[in-house]
Nanobody
Framework: QVQLVESGGGSVQAGGSLRLSCAAS????????MGWFRQAPGKEREGVAT???????TYADSVKGRFTISQDNAKSTLYLQMNSLKPEDTAMYYC?????????????????WGQGTQVTVSS
């Protein structure tokens, strides 16, 4: 059974940084795609970034140059380093994953989801 557990959210001022983590268990796929999504109040959930089992990454235009997705396979952990944060980055951030990497982009659907971690950026 796949479980994804996010951590690392919090409150920060604009221009600050946060690093989100997603601990994965039961994830035994040789080929996979994992990603970060976010949902702001009153808005639809949107994709932020993805990384596949080969290490290829994709980012939404809104976060390019500011956010970095990475993974530590030894720790079965996914990360999202967020720098130069803006108030519009305020949202609940979700970790997601699926088997296979043929199409790995920050676009739903994804099969597995975490519970989310809140990020709040104040101006």
């Amino acid at each position: 059974q796949v479980q994804l557990v996010e951590s690392g959210g919090g409150s920060v001022q604009a221009g600050g940084s946060l690093r989100l983590s997603c601990a994965a268990s039961g994830y035994t796929f040789n080929s996979y795609c994992m990603g970060w999504f976010r949902q702001a109040p009153g808005k639809e959930r949107e994709g932020v970034a993805t990384i596949d089992s080969a290490g290829s990454t994709t980012y939404a235009d809104s976060v390019k140059g500011r956010f970095t997705i990475s993974q530590d396979n030894a720790k079965s952990t996914l990360y999202l380093q967020m720098n130069s944060l803006k108030p519009e980055d305020t949202a609940m951030y979700y970790c997601a994953g699926e088997e296979g990497s043929a199409y790995c982009y920050p676009v739903e659907p994804f099969e597995y989801w975490g519970q989310g971690t809140q990020v709040t950026v104040s101006s």
